[in-house]
């Protein structure tokens, strides 16, 4: 499967961006999919993923302002931001097919797309 990620963009602290997901094929439905992230010198970090039944798993730092969700009928996952923060800065990656039990490894994930960037002024 190919992905492709966007949405991304300069916003202000406070302020909200939706990222979406699109996939090529027809297996997006059987897939969990999951949002990652990396800023310059760190290592990709998990935000959250959704899997094929609907379960949302979050980090902590995102928690109660994003929202992650999922439209199987146009192969596409979304992550809703809001309440943006400065530290929220960073290349946005999605991902499909979590293998194994850990999906807040993204060493766990098979999929990528090719990453959009959010900064947040303060």
């Known amino acids: 499967v190919q992905l492709q990620a966007s949405g991304g963009g300069l916003v202000q602290a406070g302020g909200s961006l939706r990222l979406s997901c699109a996939a090529s094929g027809h297996s997006f439905r059987r897939y969990s999919v999951g949002w990652f992230r990396q800023a310059p010198g760190k290592e990709r970090e998990f935000v959250a993923t959704i899997n094929v039944s609907g379960n949302l798993q979050y980090a902590d730092s995102v928690k109660g302002r994003f929202t992650i969700s999922r439209d199987n009928a146009k192969n596409t996952g979304y992550l809703e931001m809001n309440s943006l923060k400065p530290e929220d800065t960073s290349v946005y990656y999605c991902?499909?097919?979590?293998?194994?039990?850990?999906?807040?490894?993204?060493?766990?994930?098979?999929?990528w797309g090719q990453g959009t960037q959010v900064t947040v002024s303060s």
């Open positions: 991902a499909a097919q979590c293998v194994g039990l850990d999906c807040r490894d993204y060493r766990r994930w098979g999929y």
